[in-house]
């Protein structure tokens, strides 16, 4: 299967939780399906090496995206739709866990 896993962290050199358990689970992926990585630039020239049979592709951030930007409002603007929202999607959008940095960044 084609996996594409897109991060917001280089998950090499690991040296906290977010880059460990990046690279363990795209170390147990290879082995079994085609992995294509999605990551900030980063200097090392390892990671190629470690996992020769991953695809990794590779963008610098751009520093001047609004904080005010969200990929949310993004969408909604684009569909325009506009429906009531039920009291367990209202507890969904306020959960930690779905806003990631990766979607308030873009």
């Not at 090496?49 to 751009?62: A, G, L, M, Q, R």
Request: hydrophobic share 35%; proline share 7%.
């Amino acid at each position: 299967m084609e996996v594409l896993l897109i991060s917001v962290i280089y998950p090499f050199p690991i040296d906290d939780g977010g880059r460990s358990g990046l690279f363990n689970m795209v170390e147990y992926l290879r082995h079994i399906h085609n992995i294509t990585l999605i990551c900030p630039d980063s200097q090392d020239k390892e990671l190629p090496k470690i996992w020769p049979n991953v695809k990794i592709s590779t963008f610098i951030p751009e520093k001047s995206v609004p904080a005010s930007f969200s990929l949310k409002g993004l969408v909604k603007d684009i569909i325009k739709t506009k429906r009531t929202k039920t009291k367990e999607q209202c507890f969904e959008d306020a959960m930690v866990i779905n806003n990631t940095d990766l979607s308030s960044y873009y």
